[in-house]
Structure formats: C-alpha cells, structure tokens
C-alpha cells in the first residue's frame, strides 16, 4: 500500500496539504473500499422503490381540478387506500389491477381513472355536507370492471375512510363555503352559530333555505336574527294549519301556492309568478315586529307587506297573523349585541343609553370600559344624565364626559361640585388626569370624594401616661378616705351599741325623749308646709300669667339658689304626684302649661 502511495507521490506533481490528506486517508482503516461488496453489490443490484397508485392515472384528469392542499392530500390518501384494496381483491381470483380496463365505444377506461374520480366525489360530498350514499357515487364503468363483491368491500372501505376524513382548514373552508364550525354558509346564518347550536330541526331549515337572499344585515347579529326566524317559523305555521283545513276557502289555489314550501301535492302545472315572493314577505313583517321594538331601528311600513298578502289569505288567516304580530315582545338584549346592531345601524345608541339607564351604578362597572371608548358617548351619555334619577349614574356619566374633554354644561358642573365634597376636589381633578385609572373601580372611588378628608390627630403620648398617672393618685386618695371613714363610723355605732346595752334609760328620760322626737316632726312637717304654699304661689303666678318667660324662670330659680333645669324638673315631680303626668313644658323660650291640664291647674289652685 505505502508503494502504490510513492509512486503516486512520484508521478502526479502533488502539493504538501495535498498529500498530508491522502496519507490521512490511508491511514484511516473505515476509508479502504472492500473490493467484495462491490462484486456483491453487482451481482446483486437494490430493488427499485415500488411506485404510487397515483402515477397511473391518466395526467389530464389530474390536472383539471384546482384543488386546495389539504383536498389534493386527503383524495391522494383516500385513492391509495382504495387501490390497495381492489389490488388485494384482484390478486385472490388472480387478475391483475394494472391490466383492468374497459372497453368503451373507441378507447379503453383505465380502473386507476375511475377510482380516482370515486375518492373526488367522496371528498367533495363531505365537505359540501352532502350525505350522498356510496353507492350513488359508482359509476357505471367501475360497476362494469368490478365484481359486486369487491364493490361491496370498497364501499365498507369508503364508508370507514369518511369517518376519519379531517375538519376543513381555513383554505378549505373558503373554496366549500363553510363556516369555522364546519357548517354551509346561508344568508340567514353565515357565522353557522345558529345551526351549530341546533336551534332549528330540519324542517323549519327548509323553510329558511327557500327564502331568497335579501339586503340584511341582521345576520351579524345571531340573537335577533334567531328572533326573526322562530318569528318567521310560527307566521308559516298559522298559515299551514289554516291550509290543511278543508273548511278555509283560499282566494288562490293553495295547493300551487305551497308546493315548494309544504311539499303538498300539485294538481296542475300552473305556476303563479306573484306567489313566489310569499316567503320572503312573511319573513319581512316577522323581522319588522323585532324592529319595532329596538329603539333606533328603522321600520319597514307594515301596511303595504299586508295589503299585498290580504289578496292571497283568507280573511280569517290574515286576521290571526294581524292577531300574532300584534302581541309585545319582550327583548333583553346584553351590550355585545347591541354594539352589533348599531354596526347595523348607528341610531341604536339609543338602546345602549336604555341600557345603562336600567342598570345601577355599582352593574356597571364591567361596561365602563366599553362605555368609556364608545364613540357615541356624548350622547348616550347625555340621555342617561337626562333620563336617570340615580345621583351616582349621574356623576359616573359627567366624569365620563369631562375626562374625554366632552363639553359639560354649566348645571351640570353645578350639580358636580355638590356632589363632590369640598376637601376631595383636588383628589377629583387628580381622577380627572390619571392616565392608568381603574376604570371598574370607579364608582368607589367617586363615593370616596363625597366623603370629607378626615383629618390625622396626634396623641401626646407623655401627657396621656401623666394624665393617667395623676388619676390612679386621685382614685386611691379617695378610697383612702372613704375606708377611714367608713372605719371611724363603725367604731362610733359599736360604742353606742354597747353603752346602750349596758346601761337603762329612766322611764322620765324616755319621755323626754319621745317629746323632743314629736317636736321634731311638727318642725319638718311646718318646714314641708311652707315649702308647698312657696310652689303654689310661683305656680299660681304662672297660670293667672299664661306662663313665663325662661329668662325671668331662671332668675327666679337663681334668687332660690338651684339651677333652672333643678328647679324645672322639682315642679314637674310635685305635679306629677297630683296629674300623673308632665304638666310644665319649655316652648319658644317660655314655660308654659300645656293646654290640657290648664283648667284642672285652675281648680286646683282656686280650690
């Protein structure tokens, strides 16, 4: 090896690296080609890599379609799978799938083309939502070169396949006309929301697919457009059971008037050309009725959609459907729904200021963000101010306004500062200008402004230990006392107690005694004597003077030396022994009697 390497190095002129690399290579024992592979690999050659289904249909039917990605993905799949199995079925009764053809009129139909043309309508009836049976999807020359036991087997093959087709993407969706739930697109429901919630059965989705496209736009709004079509359903209802009463007396023949409706039965082949827009005329007056009760709306003139039925129904029918769309309806529409009808029509604000008007102030917090970006806000707002009684929805919807820089009249700016408290006018200007304010948080926060700034008092905290102090000193000073006194008197009565059980009294003694008692008892009964002529004089000046003035009472109770309430409240209890009750009242600076003992004070006083 290292002579085959000289003279290469000897005939080739060869640079330094360039030689370095080939020594490298020699050294490197997994570099040396084993020369019996190569003999093997010779005598032996790879198979080649078995080749698709697809390559064997013809090229211009697989050219013609304009199909999306996840289309030309799921047919590929689906024809291979198929292929296998009518592959696998032809070898058991040893025929070959490559060489299946049919001999039609001047050339001859490859099976490749026809099952490929199969997995096409299987796909395209899935994604159009049409529930075509397998069968129906065979044509008549892949009957002709398959037995009917291997087309029993490929249509339990396709049946398992459509289980598992996938949902449509977005691109796919768009060339199908689908919804993002997977539904057909229809003028009355393009979102799919209202068939993907099953809302209506099937035959009432009849009656919808047989109308004809209108100008509308409530169709963006699923929740009253649900309410035009239950609408729409009954008004269709009242007059199929109108139709199916034999008694009733159309002025048309009925039978040609809802054929395409009601599946009746058509007698002659007559085709009334006025009668093809009943449908949509229905629908017209059950979307008016909704109209009619959303503020803002513009209403469709009634009379002329029933002047152009009455000439159709019978008297009694119209008088049912008059009966029907005459009864109030009852709509409780959220402010996402009534953001969406005023993108069909903006005059519906109205029905936002409504809104907001029912509700309080502390509801509204999780709509202030909404409000507060609407761009109709100086109106809605305004109404609200106008029409609302709630104080604080007021104040909300003027700060609302002040803070967009809307113009605010000048009552209202009065009717603000009296709300806000004159201490929280800097903390409301602050609200005003606070670029991150938490708008949820807001009617909180206005009550706060109400309320006055509550002013910080500091304690001295040495006094109050002093003060405190200083009273325990007082307190034990006093009970100090008291216990000697309490002590001093107890000695006092047990020293009585016992002179006088050691000693006798003299009976003459006790006389004396009991004189001396008895005169002191006339002395307090002449004392309480003198003291009642006393009321009764100041009482009987009173009464003959119809009362007295408080200033000349206070004097006079001053000259007896006691307050004037003292005094006030020692006369009430000397009446209240006589009249059960509070005869002497204060009144406009006077002391009265009341009116209702003044005449028994008189017969009392003059005896």
Same mark, same amino acid.
């Not at 049976?133 to 008549?140: I, M």
């Given at each position: ?11 080739? %002129? ?23 592979? =190569?003999?093997?690999?010779? &005598? @032996?050659?790879?198979?080649?890599? #078995?080749?698709?289904? +697809? ?22 799949? *689906? ?13 058991? #009764? ?20 026809? +099952? ?36 029993? =087997? ?10 598992? *087709? ?15 739930? &997977? ?15 099953? !809302?209506?059965?099937?035959?009432? /989705? ?6 004809? /496209? ?12 649900? *309410? ?19 008694? !009733? ?27 093809? /827009? ?11 009725? !909704? ?37 109030? +309806? ?17 005059? $519906? ?43 604080? #929805? ?19 700016? #009065?009717?603000?500062?009296?709300? !806000? @408290?004159?201490? /929280? ?105 003198? %003291? ?15 009362? +007295? ?35 002497? $009242? ?22």
């Amino acid at each position: 090896m290292f002579e085959f390497v000289n003279k290469i190095f000897k005939n080739k %002129q060869l640079t330094e690296e360039e030689k370095l690399s080939i020594i490298e290579l020699v050294n490197n024992e997994e570099s040396f080609i084993n020369p019996r592979e =190569i003999i093997i690999e010779k &005598s @032996h050659p790879k198979k080649a890599a #078995k080749e698709a289904w +697809i390559s064997y249909v013809s090229p211009p039917l697989r050219m013609n379609d304009n199909f999306t990605r996840q289309v030309e993905e799921v047919m590929g799949a *689906l024809f291979e799978s198929l292929c296998a199995v009518v592959d696998v079925e032809l070898r058991k #009764k040893r025929k070959n799938i490559k060489n299946l053809k049919y001999e039609r009129y001047y050339y001859r139909v490859s099976v490749f083309d026809e +099952i490929y043309r199969l997995s096409k309508e299987v796909v395209y009836s899935f994604y159009r939502l049409e529930n075509t049976h397998v069968a129906n999807l065979f044509s008549y020359d892949l009957k002709a070169m398959l037995s009917r036991d291997i087309q029993t =087997i490929l249509a339990h093959e396709v049946d398992a396949c459509r289980e598992n *087709l996938p949902i449509p993407d977005e691109e796919t969706r768009k060339q199908f006309g689908l919804t993002p739930f &997977s539904t057909k697109i229809v003028w009355w429901d393009p979102s799919g929301m209202l068939r993907d919630k099953e !809302i209506f059965d099937g035959t009432e /989705r009849d009656y919808f697919n047989h109308l004809t /496209r209108r100008v509308t736009r409530f169709t963006e709004v699923p929740a009253v457009m649900a *309410l035009c079509l239950s609408k729409y359903v009954d008004i269709l209802q009242i007059v199929l059971r109108d139709l199916e009463d034999e008694s !009733i007396k159309w002025k048309i023949k009925p039978n040609n008037y809802f054929r395409k409706y009601f599946h009746l039965p058509l007698n002659d082949g007559r085709v009334w050309a006025e009668t093809v /827009r009943l449908p949509t005329d229905l629908y017209l007056l059950a979307e008016n009725t !909704i109209r009619q009760e959303v503020e803002g709306l513009r209403v469709l003139p009634v009379e002329e959609s029933l002047q152009s039925l009455q000439k159709y129904f019978p008297d009694e029918t119209f008088r049912k459907m008059q009966g029907y769309l005459s009864q109030k +309806i009852e709509i409780e529409l959220d402010y996402q729904t009534i953001a969406a009808l005023r993108n069909v029509n903006k005059t $519906v604000w109205h029905e936002s200021a409504n809104l907001l008007i029912s509700r309080s102030a502390e509801q509204l917090s999780v709509l202030l963000e909404d409000v507060a970006k609407d761009p109709d806000l100086k109106k809605i707002a305004t109404k609200v101010i106008k029409q609302s009684e709630d104080s604080d #929805k007021r104040i909300l919807f003027i700060f609302l306004m002040e803070r967009t820089a809307l113009p605010v009249s000048k009552a209202l700016q #009065k009717e603000r500062d009296g709300f !806000i @408290h004159p201490t /929280r006018q800097a903390d409301y200007q602050r609200l005003l200008a606070d670029p991150n304010l938490p708008i949820k948080s807001l009617p909180e926060l206005l009550k706060e402004c109400t309320q006055p700034i509550r002013r910080e008092i500091k304690l001295d905290t040495a006094l109050i230990t002093a003060s405190h102090s200083a009273l325990d000193n007082i307190i034990d000073m006093v009970d100090t006392y008291l216990r000697e006194e309490e002590t001093g008197e107890g000695l006092v009565s047990a020293v009585s107690l016992d002179i006088v059980a050691e000693t006798e009294i003299p009976p003459a003694v006790e006389q004396r005694e009991a004189e001396s008692l008895d005169s002191n008892i006339e002395e307090s009964e002449k004392q309480d004597s003198e %003291q009642e002529p006393e009321h009764m004089r100041f009482l009987k000046q009173v009464v003959e003077g119809n009362g +007295i003035s408080l200033d000349d009472f206070k004097e006079h109770a001053k000259n007896k030396g006691k307050l004037h309430q003292a005094y006030f409240t020692e006369l009430n209890e000397v009446l209240y022994e006589i009249f059960d009750d509070q005869v002497l $009242v204060i009144s406009h600076q006077q002391v009265i009697i009341e009116e209702d003992f003044m005449e028994e004070m008189r017969d009392w006083i003059y005896g």
